[in-house]
């Protein structure tokens, strides 16, 4: 209380439930304490307090995220970053963005975009933090043409366990100065320091802007179209795969109809462009590919409102099917093998009796393998989602992918990080978590 003032300390019944869980992972877990931090010095202090009497403390930006990272499994303080959501600069000279963790992904997507700039990475929810997105190494849709969180991270901030605050990074656009400790700490779920201030890059916002919806017939044919594209030198800022399922689900849950939903199985794709010509160049030339490959047709969709019609329904896949309670495996696997994945998912749902629906990202070989309760009693579906995941990391290893391409590991997929990662790899990951916290008291129980 004497660090952040007594409305900013929650204890006891005044702790809202969504503190004790994430947006999905079967874990839940509530803390003792949560500590609303309003500035870098307050963290610090907490910290330093923190690691003093070995107290547990859970980082936690908007709670968006899957796998259970912002869930306080040991109790102790839960440390919600949202008062910190200032943009605090857009230093357009040198494309720079430098914002605290709380700031929205939607929030400092519209700030940069009111001044013709973009920020590349776009998970699709959009009330993420970008503390979260830079935890998690966040990916989403544009990620094939613009890479993820980390590729546009170029400085940071951050308090380490013992409450000593650092600075990493920082406005240069090049850095091979020693060991990377800001890519080491992108992507740590907030089990090595908490990050209290962000600067990204900016890009100049695209003028142009089309998409491609394309039918096809089965999705062995949608997918095998996607290496196709690169062997014609067309890059794509987003190539997402889905089948009628999700549509439907989609039509329900928003209560709108799909642009098409004629079909099995789709491809979407985006693309941007520095002018209507050069778009409309790379539109004919994906559409060629298309029809060569065995699209059963493709629609353009030139005009903001059609654009938006699609992409809105494919930023509700996840909402519409997660309506039901569901797991999720985030397999990555390289872009050639999407289909072998896919179709053995199916094949997994019908050996363990479950309904599974897959969809995501094309483009970069990232698929979220989704398992759908469907009313089952809640131990019987437990055992059969463990069954489906231990078989679906078998395979994705077997296809040299990898546990989770964009959503993490958190404390939902410890076991299968661990049981396919080497052990070298392991032990050199926990020879880091015990350089940067010694004591252990950093988001404890996530990742290893
Ligand atoms: C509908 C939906 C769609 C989604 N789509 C995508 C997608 O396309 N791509 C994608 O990658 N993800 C996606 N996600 C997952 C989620 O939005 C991302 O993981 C996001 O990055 C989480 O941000 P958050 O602020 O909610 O983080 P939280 O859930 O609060 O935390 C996530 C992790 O980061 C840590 N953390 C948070 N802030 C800090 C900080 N400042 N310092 C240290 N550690 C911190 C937490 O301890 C935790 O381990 C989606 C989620 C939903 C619900």
């Not at 695209?206 to 919806?213: E, F, G, R, V, Y």
């Not at 199916?346 to 009796?353: A, M, R, T």
């Not at 077997?398 to 990080?417: D, T, W």
Request: aromatic share 6%; proline share 5%; hydrophobic share 40%.
């Amino acid at each position: 209380m004497r660090i952040a003032g007594e409305k900013n300390v929650l204890v006891g019944g005044d702790i809202p439930d969504d503190y004790s869980h994430d947006e999905m992972a079967p874990v839940t877990s509530e803390p003792e304490v949560v500590f609303l931090a309003g500035d870098t010095s307050e963290i610090s202090a907490l910290l330093r307090h923190c690691c003093w009497r070995n107290i547990p403390v859970t980082p936690r930006g908007a709670g968006t995220g899957l796998m259970g990272g912002a869930v306080p499994v040991c109790g102790g303080v839960l440390l919600d970053l949202g008062r910190m959501d200032e943009i605090l600069e857009i230093d357009e000279k040198n494309m720079l963005a430098r914002v605290q963790p709380g700031v929205t992904l939607l929030e400092l997507s519209e700030a940069v975009e009111a001044r013709g700039l973009f920020y590349a990475p776009d998970p699709g929810e959009k009330s993420g933090s970008i503390g979260g997105n830079v935890n998690t190494n966040a990916g989403g849709m544009r990620a094939v043409k613009y890479g993820v969180t980390r590729d546009h991270v170029r400085g940071m901030e951050v308090v380490l366990p013992d409450g000593e605050i650092l600075h990493l990074g920082g406005r240069v656009a090049k850095n091979s100065t020693g060991y990377q400790l800001l890519q080491v700490i992108i992507g740590s779920e907030g089990t090595l320091a908490v990050v209290t201030e962000i600067t990204v890059r900016l890009l100049p916002r695209p003028p142009a802007l089309a998409s491609l919806l394309v039918p096809f017939s089965d999705l062995d044919a949608a997918i095998l179209t996607v290496p196709r594209f690169a062997e014609a030198g067309i890059t794509p800022q987003a190539i997402e795969f889905f089948r009628r399922g999700v549509i439907e689900a989609s039509e329900r849950y928003l209560g709108k109809s799909f642009p098409d939903r004629s079909a099995p199985a789709y491809l979407l794709l985006r693309f941007d462009g520095a002018s209507r010509e050069e778009l409309e160049a790379q539109i004919d030339a994906a559409g060629r590919v298309c029809l060569e490959n065995g699209a059963i047709d493709a629609l353009i969709a030139d005009t903001a409102e059609r654009q938006e019609a699609l992409w809105s329904a494919r930023g509700a896949f996840l909402e519409a099917i997660k309506h039901d309670e569901m797991d999720e495996a985030d397999v990555v696997v390289p872009r050639a093998e999407i289909a072998e994945m896919v179709n053995y998912a199916d094949e997994v749902g019908e050996c363990v009796g479950l309904r599974i629906e897959s969809f995501g990202h094309a483009g970069d070989g990232n698929m979220h393998i989704n398992m759908l309760r469907d009313g089952l009693p809640w131990d019987q579906w437990r055992r059969k989602v463990d069954r489906a995941m231990e078989l679906l990391y078998e395979k994705a290893e077997e296809l040299s992918g990898m546990v989770s391409g964009e959503h993490g590991i958190g404390h939902a997929k410890r076991a299968y990080l661990e049981r396919h990662t080497d052990p070298r790899e392991i032990a050199l990951m926990r020879g880091v978590k015990e350089l940067f916290d010694p004591r252990g008291i950093l988001n404890p129980q996530k990742i290893l």
